[in-house]
């Protein structure tokens, strides 16, 4: 009997143990089916809670947001020392075209007259034609054996004179092209407006002509129903 006890003990103790196996190998299986929740991004770095209206205390790694105050006197930049006046100048000066005389190049064209616009075609085609004779020169120039590296060099020097001065030239001209492009611009708009206007206009008229017809036609055929 006592031996039976001890058996039945023993497979009863081996059964909870399976079960408890079971119960735990159900768990993980769980588990894993479960989705496990992960950052899409990677988090933001560890000091942005030092700014915002709630900010935390100030982080070692975070830096002040305030802009940097103006310099007063003379400052250095680029190895160079600029004064607030100067850095003025040179802004305004930028923000305009630099003429050939403030670039140190040579002028091929005469200034318009005080108080009238320069004749910008008259000047193109003089240029223009200055621009091919320097262009055949040079051609010449480097086909030429006898003559030196020190001609060909002034030859090519020439070429970039007029160059510059026929690129100058038209680039004078880009506000006027602008003023152009936006006025034909403004002409097709006003154009595809006026035809739209005339196809709706037209097809109002069309549709009223059917209702009227189809009115007639109701007013007939009541007329033929009450004879």
Sequence with gaps: ?????????????????????????????QQQKQPTASNVYPNPPVFYRSYGKNAAPKHELAVSLEPPKIPEGAYMTFGEFWTPEDKRKLTELALRTRTLKEEGREQLFEDAPEGQPLDYA???????????????????ALCD???SMTDSRN???????VYVNLLYL????????GRQILINMLKRQLERRQETAANLRRLVAEGEARIRETAQAVKENATVEDI
């Design 145 to 147: 054996m006898n003559l």
């Design 1 to 29: 009997m006592a031996n039976n006890k001890a058996g039945d003990k023993a497979s009863g103790a081996a059964k909870d143990q399976d079960a408890q196996s079971q119960r735990s190998s159900q768990q993980q299986q």
């Design 170 to 177: 038209v680039n004078q001209l880009r506000p006027a092209q």
């Design 155 to 161: 030859k090519a020097d020439e070429f970039e004179t």
């Design 122 to 140: 008259g000047e193109l085609r003089k240029v223009s034609k200055l621009a091919l004779e320097k262009y055949c020169a040079l051609m010449d």
